[in-house]
């Protein structure tokens, strides 16, 4: 798990050091003195292959220590450096690593206002000593660099044989600074040709606010070797020495100084921090941090890295695990990181960074992975081989593996490898490498190129340049900068460049000044400003240095904070705030945001000298939230709060229906007036395009949608902006229906269809909403459910559907459309063709001796299609054999056979022609002969004569021939007058006949002919003429045989009864009951010309009685009584005594009953049972007589007796028992019983809970509630209308303990009305009643569906309508 640095480079791929510099006079200096003690007796000092030791120095006191192990500087932290060139001649020094076994001293601090040392107990190597005495705090930090100080004093001690150390650079620190000692991440193996010189690395990122107290920590390292950027190892090849190095804390690049870094505000999230720890090679170790959940609606995120930019989420495996667990007791969230196995490269510093919405906390914390003492060779063919073969990690190169071995050598000097790679490949051609790396079993042979690309350039001495540029040079904005080198020829020509483009002086401006000192040349940017900052180059004939020019920007600070504004929308927002310098580059943020402020923005910045303004001129909802102004030096925020008007709805959105096509206008009205909306149908947001146009003018809103459609029906809303509150409406497109018939391409909206076959019809409609069709043929309406036809209706058409036609199916069928736009209506006939129908029976009109003439009626029915002409057949009447007798359609309904036998009977018939077929043939016609005439009636006399009637008796003629006889003719004429008018249109074949119409006190002559086959005979004529004027004839009623005795009638039977009676003309029938008129509702009376007819549906007693019939003809007059007797079951007998008791014998005594059932009592029923069962067993039945001794009863039981009555009906209902009982024993011990008169519970009835007037809904079960009192146990009769309901299945009635109740079903407008409830018993009668209203009834789609025709619809919807008006 190495992490990953970032460095700087410069196009040669040598690192780079920058210090900074200032151009303000340095403060007083301190002194500083450097010491290089020589290592003690005990212990030489190697000078070959190994460097210096570094040794961490104190820091002053301070309140309170501050750890930074990190590689990454903490903020408010400044790290100097001084850098100090030390020449070192004839010596080799080989780098090596301390040993993981030896790990630095801890340094000792102590609190002292002195300058403090450290102290160093086993001091290994040269030990570095600085005094740094506590400076005063400068009013700036200012960081010079010092060539030849005035006043600090610096002595240097080199042990022999070294030379003695010259100091070349001493960075005088004006303030107290940090500076933090930063171990390198990873040993990094170097070549070293001449001895390191000592480095110290200055580092200065941007300026935070100064700590409280200074802390200062030097380290003196050796100058730390170039490496590449993929950490290659090396050998110990001499090379020239490194030039400075950049140092950038972790590797940030030079351009991300001075920019800030986003990080969330620090919040106290953690509870418990990860401590860092050592752990050695191989071992485990956790680390622990924990969040208090208490406040936290979820769980917060946790991210684990290693240095700056690995996230340690995708590296869990073998080696690293991370754990989450959560206490809900405690609401603690515990996270843990397990390393298991740890590597000697898992060293280094490691963060844990906790969020939760807007909170941030992190921490940061090291880990050491100390090496196990050994020792062994380091061979560089081991370390660009594949490590973990076979395993986990295999395929991975062990680049470490090179860096810990080199850092485990053993000191001694002889030892180096049998055979050195290195030399070998540098010697070796390209294309030899392949071959040398598998001699020598080096598997990274790309690697190991990379390195031997760098080791093989080597520095050249320049020849121009004595002394080239440095690296990197820092100015001030506004400073001025020099860089200069020294040539080693003067007379070279020198040229400078600025990012590849020549810079040529210019006499007018002072910007750039090219100066000369001997061999100096120095080039002076005056003004440095932001496009300075480039890089330069200098070329002096054919060789060219290069630097870099960074200009540094001083911090612009706020000095005037942005107040917080509250204001509402549509009001002017002005944000001011004040910069300490005059034109600086601020930039306005919202949220974080940067403001937009183009020429279209809402937002317009303004600065005048050190203020800058952000104005909105017109807020809205949107502007709320935190307004930013951020300047180089620091960031102003002020909270901004845009709140709405109060929303005022003047004119709200109304309800619409509209006509399909039509024009739609919405119009609203709200307040404030400047307020935009949004409108929206059925939830989804309405543009405006060239139907629908969205309009605002102020406080108006109006939506215009030009022709309105189907879609556009549905719940509009306006919202608007920036308010909760909506306005809504509903809109209702309606289209009127219509039926499309054009589109049937039948004439005259005529369908055919053959007989037999299947008819479908479709025709397309429209209409919205949707109408309810009804296919109607006549009065009858098709449903979608019939059999054979039917109708079906779809979203566009509706269809009529006859599987068979028949042609009962012709005819007009009428289509009702219906919905809320009006009702349309079209008809569309059905023509259903066949073959005809049969001709009617052929007439035989006159017969000849061998012919005939004959003649029929077209068929009834053409089969739909008009009649082409008729085929005749004939036969004999014997025989079976019809005869075609033409084959050329006779188009006639007449013709004449011929070529007949005379005196051979003959049958014809005829068949019909159309163009579908040839129909069936008609019914034979009647024989006929061919023969003459018979002769004529004989003995025509007048039977009867009324007003307009004269009725005719003849006998048959005397000869009547072979042709027979086919019937009569009747005929009569006004007297004096020779018209014959004919009375019978068809012959009659009776001898009788009534002339019928004619005019009263008329005298006519009447005739009769003899018709067969052959004509009509000779007339038969009335010799005189008749008085056409009736004979009265006095009325006679004839009284059938059964009712001239009394009828009788059980209850709830019919009673119907015809009387025939007499009389001309026809009599006046009367009928009255003991001499009153006969009530029509109880008793239904119909007369007739010749009887009468008395029907009563179900009798009652009432209906008992003698009823009067009277028949009265002018002054003739007939009576006649029919005495008619309703009988029912008797009540039970009365005052059943018990007499005397004697023996084994009970003297009974009673009365007859009260009720004999209007009938006479033909006996009674006497029961006794024994007191211990009450099973009651029969004594004697059919008695006569009202006493009766019941004898062989059982000594020592008790008995009860009961008595039922009978007549012709039958036993009475209930029964009278004896109160007392009668017990039997021996003779000598009966003990008689005393006598207690008894309470008359008796009493008539009356209701304790009337009727209360009711209302129900139509289609619902009601009910009618009342409650009665009564002894005995009244008949109960409920009525509606004051008409008895009896046995209709549309109620039910019940009565339970006095509680009576009427259920209606599913009532309908028509059971409205007054209902009452009668109670009667012997005592008397009560009488209740209520009223009864039906709310509602049947809508118009089910009174379809019943098939209930639309004229009986129309008339039960108006009488709905006239019963609902009055009531509202």
Same mark, same amino acid.
């Given at each position: 798990?190495?992490?990953?640095?970032?460095?700087?480079?410069?196009?040669?791929?040598?690192?780079?050091?920058?210090?900074?510099?200032?151009?303000?006079?340095?403060?007083?200096?301190?002194?500083?003195?450097?010491?290089? &003690?020589?290592?003690?007796?005990?212990?030489?000092?190697?000078?070959?292959?190994?460097?210096?030791?570094?040794?961490?120095?104190?820091?002053?006191?301070?309140?309170?220590?501050?750890?930074?192990? &990190?590689?990454?500087?903490?903020?408010?932290?400044?790290?100097?450096?001084?850098?100090?060139?030390?020449?070192?001649?004839?010596?080799?020094?080989?780098?090596?690593?301390?040993?993981?076994?030896?790990?630095?001293?801890?340094?000792?601090?102590?609190?002292?206002?002195?300058?403090?040392?450290?102290?160093?107990?086993?001091?290994?190597?040269?030990?570095?000593?600085?005094?740094?005495?506590?400076?005063?705090?400068?009013?700036?930090?200012?960081?010079?660099?010092?060539?030849?100080?005035?006043?600090?004093?610096?002595?240097?001690?080199?042990?022999?044989?070294?030379?003695?150390?010259?100091?070349?650079?001493?960075?005088?620190?004006?303030?107290?600074?940090?500076?933090?000692?930063?171990?390198?991440?990873?040993?990094?193996?170097?070549?070293?040709?001449?001895?390191?010189?000592?480095?110290?690395?200055?580092?200065?990122?941007?300026?935070?606010?100064?700590?409280?107290?200074?802390?200062?920590?030097?380290?003196?390292?050796?100058?730390?070797?170039?490496?590449?950027?993929?950490?290659?190892?090396?050998?110990?090849?001499?090379?020239?020495?490194?030039?400075?190095?950049?140092?950038?804390?972790?590797?940030?690049?030079?351009?991300?100084?001075?920019?800030?870094?986003?990080?969330?505000?620090?919040?106290?999230?953690?509870?418990?921090?990860?401590?860092?720890?050592?752990?050695?090679?191989?071992?485990?170790?956790?680390?622990?941090?924990?969040?208090?959940?208490?406040?936290?609606?979820?769980?917060?995120?946790?991210?684990?890295?290693?240095?700056?930019?690995?996230?340690?989420?995708?590296?869990?495996?073998?080696?690293?695990?991370?754990?989450?667990?959560?206490?809900?007791?405690?609401?603690?969230?515990?996270?843990?990181?397990?390393?298991?196995?740890?590597?000697?490269?898992?060293?280094? !510093?490691?963060?844990?960074?906790?969020?939760?919405?807007?909170?941030?906390?992190?921490?940061?914390?090291?880990?050491?992975?100390?090496?196990?003492?050994?020792?062994?060779?380091?061979?560089?063919?081991?370390?660009?081989?594949?490590?973990?073969?076979?395993?986990?990690?295999?395929?991975?190169?062990?680049?470490? *593996?090179?860096?810990?071995?080199?850092?485990?050598?053993?000191?001694?000097?002889?030892?180096?490898?049998?055979?050195?790679?290195?030399?070998?490949?540098?010697?070796?051609?390209?294309?030899?490498?392949? @071959?040398?790396?598998?001699?020598?079993?080096?598997?990274?042979?790309?690697?190991?190129?990379?390195?031997?690309?760098?080791?093989?350039?080597?520095?050249?001495?320049?020849?121009?340049?004595?002394? @080239?540029?440095?690296?990197?040079?820092?100015?001030?904005?506004?400073?001025?900068?020099?860089?200069?080198?020294?040539?080693?020829?003067?007379?070279?020509?020198?040229?400078?460049?600025?990012?590849?483009?020549?810079?040529?002086?210019?006499?007018?401006?002072? @910007?750039?000044?090219?100066?000369?000192?001997?061999?100096?040349?120095?080039?002076?940017?005056?003004?440095?400003?932001?496009?300075?900052?480039?890089?330069?180059?200098?070329?002096?004939?054919?060789?060219?240095?290069?630097?870099?020019?960074?200009?540094?920007?001083?911090?612009?600070?706020?000095?005037?904070?942005?107040?917080?504004?509250?204001?509402?929308? !549509?009001?002017?927002?002005?944000?001011?705030?004040?910069?300490?310098?005059?034109?600086?580059?601020?930039?306005?943020?919202?949220?974080?945001?940067?403001?937009?402020?183009?020429?279209?923005?809402?937002?317009?910045?303004?600065?005048?000298?050190?203020?800058?303004?952000?104005?909105?001129?017109?807020?809205?909802?949107?502007?709320?939230?935190?307004?930013?102004?951020?300047?180089?030096?620091?960031?102003?925020?002020?909270?901004?709060?845009?709140?709405?008007?109060?929303?005022?709805?003047?004119?709200?959105?109304?309800?619409?229906?509209?006509?399909?096509?039509?024009?739609?206008?919405?119009?609203?009205?709200?307040?404030?007036?400047?307020?935009?909306?949004?409108?929206?149908?059925?939830?989804?947001?309405?543009?405006?395009?060239?139907?629908?146009?969205?309009?605002?003018?102020?406080?108006?809103?109006?939506?215009?949608?030009?022709?309105?459609?189907?879609?556009?029906?549905?719940?509009?809303?306006?919202?608007?902006?920036?308010?909760?509150?909506?306005?809504?409406?509903?809109?209702?497109?309606?289209?009127?229906?219509?039926?499309?018939?054009?589109?049937? !391409?039948?004439?005259?909206?005529?369908?055919?269809?053959?007989?037999?076959?299947?008819?479908?019809?479709?025709?397309?409609?429209?209409?919205?909403?949707?109408?309810?069709?009804?296919?109607?043929?006549?009065?009858?309406?098709?449903?979608?459910?019939?059999?054979?036809?039917?109708?079906?209706?779809?979203?566009?058409?509706?269809?009529?559907?006859?599987?068979?036609?028949?042609?009962?199916?012709?005819? !007009?069928?009428?289509?009702?459309?219906?919905?809320?736009?009006?009702?349309?209506?079209?008809?569309?006939?059905?023509?259903?063709?066949?073959?005809?129908?049969?001709?009617?029976?052929?007439?035989?009109?006159?017969?000849?001796?061998?012919?005939?003439?004959?003649?029929?009626?077209?068929?009834?029915?053409?089969?739909?299609?008009?009649?082409?002409?008729?085929?005749?057949?004939?036969?004999?009447?014997?025989?079976?054999?019809?005869?075609?007798?033409?084959?050329?359609?006779?188009?006639?309904?007449?013709?004449?056979?011929?070529?007949?036998?005379?005196?051979?009977?003959?049958?014809?018939?005829?068949?019909?022609?159309?163009?579908? *077929?040839?129909?069936?043939?008609?019914?034979?016609?009647?024989?006929?002969?061919?023969?003459?005439?018979?002769?004529?009636?004989?003995?025509?006399?007048?039977?009867?004569?009324?007003?307009?009637?004269?009725?005719?008796?003849?006998?048959?003629?005397?000869?009547?021939?072979?042709?027979?006889?086919? *019937?009569?003719?009747?005929?009569?004429?006004?007297?004096?007058?020779?018209?014959?008018?004919?009375?019978?249109?068809?012959?009659?074949?009776?001898?009788?006949?009534?002339?019928?119409?004619?005019?009263?006190?008329?005298?006519?002559?009447?005739?009769?002919?003899?018709?067969?086959?052959?004509?009509?005979?000779?007339?038969?004529?009335?010799?005189?003429?008749?008085?056409?004027?009736?004979?009265?004839?006095?009325?006679?009623?004839?009284?059938?045989?059964?009712?001239?005795?009394?009828?009788?009638?059980?209850?709830?039977?019919?009673?119907?009864?015809?009387?025939?009676?007499?009389?001309?003309?026809?009599?006046?029938?009367?009928?009255?009951?003991?001499?009153?008129?006969?009530?029509?509702?109880?008793?239904?009376?119909?007369?007739?010309?010749?009887?009468?007819?008395?029907?009563?549906?179900?009798?009652?007693?009432?209906?008992?009685?003698?009823?009067?019939?009277?028949?009265?003809?002018?002054?003739?007059?007939?009576?006649?009584?029919?005495?008619?007797?309703?009988?029912?079951?008797?009540?039970?007998?009365?005052?059943?005594?018990?007499?005397?008791?004697?023996?084994?014998?009970?003297?009974?005594?009673?009365?007859?009953?009260?009720?004999?059932?209007?009938?006479?009592?033909?006996?009674?029923?006497?029961?006794?049972?024994?007191?211990?069962?009450?099973?009651?067993?029969?004594?004697?039945?059919?008695?006569?007589?009202?006493?009766?001794?019941?004898?062989?009863?059982?000594?020592?039981?008790?008995?009860?007796?009961?008595?039922?009555?009978?007549?012709?009906?039958?036993?009475?209902?209930?029964?009278?028992?004896?109160?007392?009982?009668?017990?039997?024993?021996?003779?000598?011990?009966?003990?008689?019983?005393?006598?207690?008169?008894?309470?008359?519970?008796?009493?008539?009835?009356?209701?304790?809970?009337?009727?209360?007037?009711?209302?129900?809904?139509?289609?619902?079960?009601?009910?009618?509630?009342?409650?009665?009192?009564?002894?005995?146990?009244?008949?109960?009769?409920?009525?509606?209308?004051?008409?008895?309901?009896?046995?209709?299945?549309?109620?039910?009635?019940?009565?339970?303990?006095?509680?009576?109740?009427?259920?209606?079903?599913?009532?309908?407008?028509?059971?409205?009305?007054?209902?009452?409830?009668?109670?009667?018993?012997?005592?008397?009668?009560?009488?209740?009643?209520?009223?009864?209203?039906?709310?509602?009834?049947?809508?118009?789609?089910?009174?379809?569906?019943?098939?209930?025709?639309?004229?009986?619809?129309?008339?039960?919807?108006?009488?709905?309508?006239?019963?609902?008006?009055?009531?509202?």
């Amino acid at each position: 798990m190495p992490e990953p640095t970032k460095k700087d480079e410069t196009p040669n791929g040598e690192k780079e050091s920058v210090a900074t510099d200032s151009s303000e006079a340095p403060m007083p200096t301190p002194e500083i003195s450097l010491e290089v &003690s020589p290592p003690p007796p005990e212990q030489p000092v190697e000078t070959e292959g190994k460097d210096p030791q570094p040794i961490e120095v104190i820091k002053p006191v301070q309140p309170e220590p501050v750890e930074n192990g &990190s590689k990454e500087p903490e903020p408010g932290a400044v790290v100097v450096g001084a850098k100090e060139q030390v020449e070192s001649v004839n010596s080799e020094v080989k780098e090596e690593a301390p040993s993981p076994c030896s790990p630095p001293l801890p340094a000792t601090v102590k609190e002292e206002a002195e300058p403090v040392v450290t102290e160093v107990n086993q001091p290994p190597e040269p030990v570095v000593t600085v005094v740094t005495p506590p400076p005063p705090p400068p009013p700036e930090r200012v960081v010079t660099d010092v060539t030849q100080p005035p006043e600090p004093v610096v002595t240097v001690v080199t042990p022999p044989p070294h030379p003695e150390p010259v100091v070349t650079e001493v960075t005088q620190l004006p303030e107290p600074v940090v500076a933090v000692v930063t171990p390198p991440p990873q040993p990094v193996v170097t070549e070293v040709t001449q001895p390191p010189e000592p480095v110290v690395t200055l580092v200065t990122p941007p300026p935070p606010p100064p700590p409280p107290e200074p802390v200062v920590t030097v380290q003196v390292t050796p100058p730390p070797p170039p490496a590449d950027k993929d950490d290659d190892a090396t050998t110990n090849t001499p090379s020239p020495p490194p030039p400075p190095v950049w140092s950038l804390g972790e590797g940030q690049a030079p351009e991300d100084l001075d920019k800030p870094v986003d990080t969330p505000p620090l919040s106290s999230l953690l509870i418990e921090r990860p401590q860092g720890g050592s752990i050695t090679v191989g071992g485990d170790i956790s680390f622990v941090a924990k969040v208090e959940a208490q406040d936290l609606l979820r769980k917060p995120t946790i991210k684990w890295f290693k240095g700056k930019w690995m996230d340690l989420a995708s590296k869990t495996g073998k080696h690293l695990q991370l754990k989450e667990t959560f206490d809900r007791r405690t609401k603690i969230h515990t996270f843990e990181m397990h390393i298991i196995k740890a590597k000697d490269n898992y060293a280094g !510093n490691y963060r844990c960074e906790v969020t939760y919405k807007d909170k941030f906390d992190s921490c940061s914390f090291d880990l050491e992975v100390k090496e196990l003492e050994q020792s062994q060779s380091v061979d560089i063919r081991s370390a660009f081989k594949r490590s973990s073969e076979g395993h986990e990690d295999a395929g991975d190169l062990d680049f470490s *593996g090179l860096l810990k071995h080199r850092n485990q050598r053993e000191p001694k000097q002889d030892e180096t490898p049998e055979v050195d790679v290195w030399e070998i490949l540098k010697s070796a051609r390209p294309d030899q490498y392949e @071959k040398i790396a598998f001699e020598y079993g080096i598997t990274d042979l790309r690697g190991l190129l990379k390195r031997l690309k760098k080791t093989k350039k080597e520095e050249k001495k320049s020849e121009a340049f004595a002394k @080239k540029l440095d690296p990197a040079y820092q100015a001030d904005k506004g400073g001025k900068i020099r860089l200069m080198v020294d040539l080693a020829d003067p007379t070279v020509e020198l040229k400078w460049y600025k990012n590849g483009q020549e810079i040529r002086p210019t006499p007018n401006q002072r @910007k750039f000044i090219f100066e000369q000192k001997g061999t100096q040349r120095i080039l002076v940017i005056n003004n440095c400003g932001l496009n300075d900052d480039a890089a330069y180059s200098v070329a002096a004939g054919e060789e060219k240095c290069t630097t870099e020019l960074f200009v540094k920007e001083l911090p612009v600070k706020i000095t005037k904070e942005i107040e917080a504004v509250k204001t509402t929308v !549509n009001e002017r927002i002005e944000l001011e705030c004040e910069v300490s310098e005059e034109g600086a580059q601020v930039k306005w943020c919202k949220n974080g945001v940067e403001v937009p402020t183009g020429p279209r923005s809402r937002y317009r910045v303004k600065s005048e000298g050190l203020k800058h303004w952000l104005i909105i001129d017109d807020a809205s909802k949107e502007d709320t939230g935190t307004f930013s102004l951020m300047a180089s030096g620091g960031t102003s925020e002020a909270k901004v709060q845009v709140e709405l008007k109060p929303l005022k709805i003047i004119q709200d959105l109304q309800d619409m229906t509209v006509l399909l096509g039509q024009p739609l206008k919405m119009h609203c009205e709200i307040f404030p007036g400047n307020v935009p909306g949004r409108w929206y149908r059925n939830g989804q947001l309405i543009q405006s395009n060239d139907r629908i146009n969205i309009l605002q003018r102020a406080k108006n809103h109006r939506l215009e949608i030009v022709n309105s459609t189907i879609h556009d029906a549905g719940d509009y809303t306006f919202v608007p902006e920036g308010y909760s509150q909506s306005l809504c409406a509903k809109i209702h497109i309606v289209d009127p229906p219509r039926v499309h018939l054009e589109s049937l !391409n039948f004439p005259d909206n005529t369908v055919t269809i053959v007989a037999g076959n299947k008819l479908r019809v479709e025709i397309p409609i429209s209409g919205e909403p949707a109408p309810r069709v009804v296919w109607m043929k006549g009065e009858r309406v098709i449903l979608d459910s019939g059999h054979r036809v039917r109708a079906e209706t779809f979203s566009d058409h509706t269809s009529l559907t006859i599987d068979i036609a028949e042609k009962e199916d012709t005819g !007009n069928y009428k289509i009702v459309l219906q919905n809320e736009a009006g009702e349309a209506g079209a008809s569309v006939k059905v023509k259903v063709v066949d073959i005809p129908d049969p001709p009617e029976v052929p007439l035989v009109t006159e017969v000849g001796g061998d012919w005939c003439s004959m003649t029929w009626e077209p068929p009834i029915y053409d089969g739909g299609s008009p009649i082409l002409g008729y085929f005749i057949e004939r036969k004999k009447k014997q025989s079976s054999r019809w005869m075609r007798l033409n084959f050329d359609l006779n188009k006639e309904t007449t013709f004449e056979p011929k070529k007949m036998i005379e005196g051979v009977p003959y049958e014809v018939r005829v068949f019909a022609v159309n163009a579908i *077929g040839v129909s069936k043939p008609s019914e034979p016609s009647k024989a006929f002969v061919p023969l003459a005439v018979t002769s004529e009636p004989t003995m025509l006399v007048v039977d009867d004569v009324t007003d307009t009637t004269v009725t005719m008796k003849w006998r048959p003629p005397d000869t009547i021939g072979a042709a027979g006889l086919d *019937g009569y003719l009747v005929e009569y004429c006004i007297e004096g007058t020779d018209d014959w008018r004919v009375t019978n249109k068809e012959l009659t074949e009776k001898t009788k006949y009534t002339i019928t119409g004619l005019p009263p006190e008329a005298k006519i002559l009447v005739r009769v002919r003899a018709i067969n086959a052959a004509g009509a005979s000779t007339p038969r004529t009335l010799q005189h003429s008749i008085l056409v004027k009736e004979v009265i004839e006095p009325p006679k009623i004839r009284i059938p045989r059964h009712l001239k005795q009394t009828y009788t009638r059980k209850v709830g039977e019919a009673v119907n009864l015809v009387i025939p009676f007499m009389g001309k003309p026809r009599p006046k029938v009367s009928w009255l009951k003991e001499g009153e008129t006969v009530d029509p509702t109880q008793v239904t009376i119909r007369n007739t010309d010749c009887d009468s007819i008395i029907f009563i549906r179900k009798a009652e007693r009432k209906h008992s009685g003698k009823y009067d019939m009277k028949v009265e003809v002018e002054n003739h007059v007939d009576t006649a009584i029919v005495d008619i007797q309703i009988v029912d079951l008797p009540g039970p007998p009365q005052c059943v005594k018990i007499d005397e008791v004697w023996g084994g014998n009970v003297a009974l005594d009673w009365t007859p009953p009260k009720d004999n059932g209007n009938a006479a009592i033909t006996g009674y029923t006497i029961q006794k049972a024994d007191k211990k069962t009450m099973e009651w067993y029969t004594c004697i039945e059919h008695y006569h007589r009202t006493c009766i001794t019941i004898t062989e009863l059982v000594v020592g039981n008790e008995y009860y007796f009961r008595i039922y009555s009978e007549n012709m009906v039958g036993l009475s209902e209930g029964a009278t028992q004896t109160k007392d009982s009668a017990l039997i024993v021996k003779e000598g011990m009966q003990l008689k019983n005393p006598e207690y008169i008894d309470h008359d519970f008796k009493e008539p009835p009356k209701f304790t809970q009337p009727l209360i007037n009711t209302f129900a809904i139509a289609g619902y079960n009601a009910t009618l509630n009342c409650s009665v009192r009564a002894n005995p146990r009244p008949k109960v009769i409920w009525m509606k209308n004051k008409i008895a309901i009896i046995d209709d299945p549309r109620y039910r009635m019940f009565s339970n303990q006095g509680v009576c109740t009427l259920e209606i079903r599913k009532p309908s407008p028509y059971d409205g009305g007054m209902y009452s409830c009668k109670a009667i018993n012997d005592l008397g009668d009560a009488l209740v009643e209520c009223k009864l209203e039906v709310k509602g009834g049947f809508t118009f789609s089910e009174l379809m569906q019943r098939g209930v025709p639309l004229h009986l619809i129309d008339k039960y919807m108006s009488e709905t309508k006239a019963v609902e008006q009055p009531e509202k």
